[in-house]
């Protein structure tokens, strides 16, 4: 009886470890060639007609959709560069503008209006805003529908009066230095922080299509002046700007 209870055993162990066996066999012999795939939308309706409207908008410079802040940002100070890298990680824009560089000169998004958690919401938008501005980067909201946008030249002739200045490249110093070029650009960016001083728009406050161009036409007649040798201040900050109003 006993030797029937081993046999049992045994021949269930041996089994057991024949299917595994099997199956590990198959594993390893699966390189994917029955595998299939099927395509995913990657941008909806209206971010595709968004993205034309602003390829139109920078002919000729580079337009991404969906970005996150962790592939166009880096830390260049911060208190915790670890926890900084996780605020980027967790921000991203639904589209990105590019200088002929690379570098990333203006990030928008399209407006949502929303009914659950909004003041968590919009404190996120002033976060990503504040992060994107110590950037350089103009961070501008979008209607959600390109017929409620203005032509791709006026809205770029407005985008031009609000781009954010970018700080001057670091000046070449001598070889025995003790200033590292890190240093260098350091200094200069730290420089840009404080360059500009703040005007009557707000990280906070949201500017309508309309409040957009009233500037404008507020800011040329002090760019004619300035370049006919008058006063040179600017009129613009670093704050966000939202082109929510309508036309």
């Not at 949201?206 to 161009?213: A, D, E, I, Q, T």
């Amino acid at each position: 009886m006993d030797m029937m209870v081993i046999g049992s055993v045994i021949a269930a162990v041996v089994l057991v470890l024949c299917v595994w066996l099997y199956l590990r066999f198959m594993r390893s012999q699966d390189d994917g060639r029955d595998d299939r795939f099927a395509p995913e939308r990657i941008l909806s309706t209206e971010q595709v007609a968004m993205l034309d409207y602003l390829q139109d908008t920078f002919p000729g410079q580079v337009v991404l959709p969906n970005i996150n802040l962790a592939q166009m940002l880096s830390v260049r100070r911060a208190a915790s560069k670890k926890a900084a890298k996780e605020r980027l990680r967790e921000h991203r824009v639904d589209f990105v503008v590019c200088a002929p560089d690379g570098r990333p000169i203006f990030a928008f998004d399209i407006e949502q209006y929303h009914l659950s958690n909004a003041e968590a919401k919009a404190q996120r938008v002033k976060v990503k805003n504040r992060i994107l501005k110590t950037a350089g980067v103009r961070f501008v909201f979008l209607k959600n529908g390109i017929h409620r946008m203005p032509s791709p030249a006026e809205f770029r002739e407005q985008l031009n009066l609000v781009e954010l200045p970018k700080p001057k490249a670091p000046v070449t110093k001598p070889a025995d230095d003790r200033d590292s070029v890190m240093q260098q650009l350091e200094t200069q960016m730290s420089g840009f922080d404080h360059q500009y001083a703040r005007s009557g728009y707000r990280d906070s406050e949201v500017l309508g299509l309309s409040g957009l161009m009233d500037l404008e036409d507020e800011l040329k007649p002090r760019e004619q002046k300035r370049r006919s040798g008058g006063s040179s201040d600017s009129r613009y900050d670093g704050s966000s700007f939202d082109v929510r109003g309508g036309r």
